[in-house]
């Protein structure tokens, strides 16, 4: 599998993530099973958060990985805190940062993470309580690089004002369907849409400019939960043009899908989340095709948009 840079960050990254929040409902050698599959595709970067099983998917995770064969040195381990669901409100005081950080190596097993990410916004967050839960981290040895998730351009600034680490990961929500993070630019000053509506503060521009790279998460979703719209018969002609072009690359419409998001130039990571072996080896051969620019639009106008 084709490996990235991360500006300021890790070096030679997977293209696709092997995200873990469905990792609670299994064994400890299926969970087993997943690892060694990613990482035998082509991917060494797992994604976890603390609101993932409550904390059972990094159980789970430190159970298997040592049948795995694999080091901790072999794979970069991310996780996100913030979301305290048993509080019912996200927190990003420097109290829950570190205590959430504390547990999450307890919970991995691990000395310390790859990448933290600020997991969604605190809309009350202290950028300077940040900052030092940031430097006593990062002083610790904890943590080695910092990011954020579903961040707009201005909340980042504000961090950025008194945060000295480089943020260098924003993880937002993209795929063929929910494309928000793309139209935009596209319909600008367009009144006869609802694409023109800027619902992310060009978030995509953005991060590019200050290179940040995006990960992509559900990128087979329709909505934010709806489920697939691979196979979907909501989605007929999208599906369509998936399989057409599944047939001549010789791979399944979920790895054309995830190579619509690879194919764009701000060299994104998608974060694939399914536990089935074969669907993992499915969706990594996303990586080996390469969409032409008419490919790429050939899809996005079968998902349903329009040329203004």
């Known amino acids: 599998m084709k490996k990235i840079n991360i500006m300021n960050g890790p070096q030679e990254v997977s293209r696709i993530i092997q995200g873990c929040m469905r990792m609670p409902a299994l064994s400890k050698d299926d969970a087993a099973k997943v690892i060694r599959t990613a990482f035998d595709c082509g991917v060494n970067f797992f994604d976890h958060a603390t609101c993932y099983g409550a904390g059972e998917a990094e159980i789970r995770f430190s159970e298997a990985f040592p049948l795995t064969g694999l080091k901790r040195e072999d794979i970069y381990?991310?996780?996100?805190?913030?979301?305290?669901?048993?509080?019912?409100?996200?927190?990003?005081?420097?109290?829950?940062?570190?205590?959430?950080?504390?547990?999450?190596?307890?919970?991995?097993?691990?000395?310390?993470?790859?990448?933290?990410?600020?997991?969604?916004?605190?809309?009350?967050?202290?950028?300077?309580?940040?900052?030092?839960?940031?430097?006593?981290?990062?002083?610790?040895?904890?943590?080695?690089?910092?990011?954020?998730?579903?961040?707009?351009?201005?909340?980042i600034e504000l961090l950025k004002k008194y945060v000295k680490q480089d943020l260098v990961i924003n993880q937002v929500q993209l795929s063929l369907e929910q494309s928000q993070l793309i139209d935009q630019a596209l319909y600008m000053n367009n009144k006869t849409?609802?694409?023109?509506?800027?619902?992310?503060?060009?978030?995509?521009?953005?991060?590019?400019?200050?290179?940040?790279?995006?990960?992509?998460?559900?990128?087979?979703?329709?909505?934010?939960?709806?489920?697939?719209?691979?196979?979907?018969?909501?989605?007929?002609?999208?599906?369509?043009?998936?399989?057409?072009?599944?047939?001549?690359?010789?791979?399944?419409?979920?790895?054309?899908?995830?190579?619509?998001?690879?194919?764009?130039?701000?060299?994104?990571?998608?974060?694939?989340?399914?536990?089935?072996?074969?669907?993992?080896k499915d969706a990594c051969d996303a990586a080996k095709v390469e969409l032409s620019h008419h490919d790429w639009y050939e899809l996005y106008l079968a998902a349903g948009k329009f040329l203004p």
């Not at 996100?80 to 990003?92: A, Y």
Request: hydrophobic letters at 40%.
């Open 77 to 155: 381990i991310q996780s996100k805190c913030g979301l305290c669901f048993d509080r019912n409100e996200f927190d990003w005081s420097k109290e829950t940062i570190l205590t959430s950080v504390d547990e999450i190596l307890g919970r991995l097993k691990i000395d310390y993470l790859d990448t933290l990410l600020l997991h969604r916004p605190d809309v009350l967050f202290d950028p300077e309580e940040v900052a030092e839960a940031f430097d006593e981290l990062e002083k610790a040895g904890k943590v080695k690089w910092f990011g954020v998730s579903n961040l707009v351009p201005m909340q």
């Open 193 to 280: 849409t609802d694409y023109s509506i800027n619902r992310d503060g060009n978030c995509l521009d953005y991060c590019r400019l200050h290179d940040i790279t995006i990960q992509a998460w559900s990128p087979l979703q329709f909505g934010m939960f709806g489920g697939t719209f691979i196979d979907n018969p909501d989605f007929p002609e999208l599906n369509k043009t998936l399989g057409e072009l599944a047939d001549r690359e010789g791979v399944s419409k979920t790895a054309i899908a995830i190579a619509w998001i690879l194919r764009h130039p701000a060299k994104m990571q998608a974060i694939i989340g399914s536990m089935n072996p074969e669907h993992i």
